[in-house]
């Protein structure tokens, strides 16, 4: 597999974890406070376990710019895949355009 593919791959399960983490204990409002932190850190542990290496295979090939503009990307994409299929969000089409601004910067920032 090539290190671009796997970049990708390994930002877009990490993102889809932090995701939840920052999101996902939402749907359990009356659990301590606590509780849902330690969970959330957790989750975050898997999220860095696929990030850190993520980053150092992806900085063979991209610069550092250009793997920021893919994880901004990948964010924004697999938030909507938590809020729509997690919570049940739709999304406004203004919305759905500030969120295309955002990607189409990113792809700005990743075609250099």
Wanted: charged share 10%.
């Amino acid at each position: 597999m090539s290190p671009q593919l796997t970049t990708i791959l390994l930002l877009s399960a990490s993102n889809l974890l932090m995701n939840l983490a920052w999101y996902g204990h939402l749907k359990y409002k009356a659990a301590p406070l606590l509780l849902v932190i330690f969970v959330a850190w957790g989750i975050a542990f898997f999220e860095y376990m696929l990030m850190v290496p993520a980053n150092r295979i992806g900085s063979q090939v991209f610069s550092l710019p250009q793997l920021k503009g893919i994880q901004e990307s990948l964010s924004i994409l697999t938030f909507f895949i938590v809020s729509v299929l997690l919570f049940g969000d739709g999304v406004s089409m203004k919305q759905l355009f500030g969120f295309g601004l955002m990607i189409v910067a990113a792809v700005l920032i990743v075609s250099d």
